[in-house]
């Protein structure tokens, strides 16, 4: 247990290295056992943050079945977020694995993107009404470019490696969101999907 609680003391500090785009932070915790769960806890609150985002843009915007919204965008979808950043991972370390024969450890990826997910908590800005969409578009952007250093710290891929791996799994990421913002809306404006994946554009 203090082991453990050690690395959620470290979190701050690495939090703090990451804001400020000290990439090194990566090469510390991919190896650190103790940093798994602290690291896993930073992509779920981060998922938790971008659905309070999108619900908090919905209830300031006075729109109906707040609760309904709450309950779609920031629970089901941060949950289902998260399980969808898994298969991002999967399918990065797959691709990097068996397709281009490169080792990919799944404990140093989930680490170090774990980590890297860090800015999605970005999209709890979206309560800004009229910079929703930007700071939505922010805070994936971020995320998927942090993405990319966190696979080439956590391998020995090349780099156009990294960037085939983690393109293909943030497609599939985005596209399984994209379809589950189509699920159960609200008003055809959104379905089971947090942050800027909560919107459905089409309607």
Known sequence: MEFQGASFQNLGNWLLRLAKLDLSVFDDVKDDVSATVPTLTVAVVASFLSGLGSWLWWTLEDLPDGGEVFIKSTILGSIFQVGVWFLWVYIAAMILSKGLRVPADMN???????????????????????????????????????SYAALQAATDAEPHQVALANLVGFVVFAVVLGILSNISEVYESGGLAPGLFFFNLES
């Open 108 to 146: 140093r990826l989930l680490r170090t993107m774990a980590l890297a997910f860090a800015p999605m908590s970005i999209a709890f800005l979206m309560l800004i009404a009229f910079l929703a969409i930007p700071i939505g578009a922010i805070a994936v952007g971020a995320t998927f470019l942090l």
